[in-house]
């Protein structure tokens, strides 16, 4: 179901725009038809940046996950939303994102809210005259991610049971996007790929492949592995080992690895990917300033060749650049989609 070798993609989120971080900072002042000019306006932001660089897959950007509210936990019935951060001074960490307590059966009965961000983006991308058809994909967490930010209680007393109770949530969402017309969806288990050097990599094997069981075949199924992001800080040790050989057994169609921050250690890993599955290599350093020259682009290009088939390989930043500023993320996907032509050029793929 991939078009071409060697495609260029994207991880779900882009920067916000900042007039719509310092809006989301006071969107009491604005009524609903408000946030709801101020979200379209975002994915066309978004949008605008990923079809000018001229990838073949682009998203909405996550632009509209702006409020604590708008996010997947303000879907999800049975927990208390906690916005206080519990540590407000000192260095950005992941620590600093609050938790919520689950005080309930876990529900969502309105789905997860990613279908009405793919509709929008589906609207907004048709209205657009363009001489290029980019694949649209939509992001959603997968169950064991989105356990992580939650505090066990008596019914659900570790992060294994409240996975579970969210395993069905993710996989109706899934299907309600297939329904949608949806034909690229990435199931991002980052948590599985930061945690696998201590749980068992065969239990998240199991987890990804019951959640994704009944739209496999239906839709292009990616997942996103990496090792933390949040304010461009990694949480797990950064090695793919761990991982391996267990997670070729992941039923997916593309799996996508960070190598950029991780100077291209462990690259060998992407020859067992694709002899499974298509595998989108990271070649763009999301966490640094240093903007990658189409020419350093096409360098790791040909390095990754020396381990994969060009009809297998995919490239992308090494996870979503919503942490990157836009400046830097918006020369960064140009110049992606620039290096990799090159290479294309020179195979007489383009
Ligand atoms: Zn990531």
Known sequence: MKEQPLRTTVMGSYPFPGWLELAAQQLD???AADIAEAQDDAVITALHDQLAAGL???TDGEQTRLDFNLSFYGYIEGIALESVSPRRFGPPAHDQRGRHPVTGELRAPRGLGVVEEFRRLQRIFGAVKRSTSPTLKAS????YTLSGRLVPNAQYPDRWALTEALLP?????????VAAGCAEISVDEPSMSCYAHKEDPQRFVNIFNRTIESVGGRTRVCTHLCFGNYKARAVGPRRLAPMFPAFLDFKCDEMHVEMASREFAELELIGPIARRMDVAVGIVDVKS???E???DIADRVRLCLKHAPAERLGFAPDCGLSQ????????????LVEGVKLVRQELGLA
């Open 169 to 177: 949530i993710v996989r109706q969402e899934l299907e309600n996007l």
């Open 56 to 58: 073949d897959v682009v």
């Open 289 to 291: 300033y240093y903007v």
């Open 324 to 335: 990157t500023a836009r400046w830097a993320a918006r020369q960064k996907l140009a110049n």
């Open 29 to 31: 002042r604005f009524g």
């Open 293 to 295: 020259t189409p020419r």
């Open 140 to 143: 959603v967490p997968g169950p």
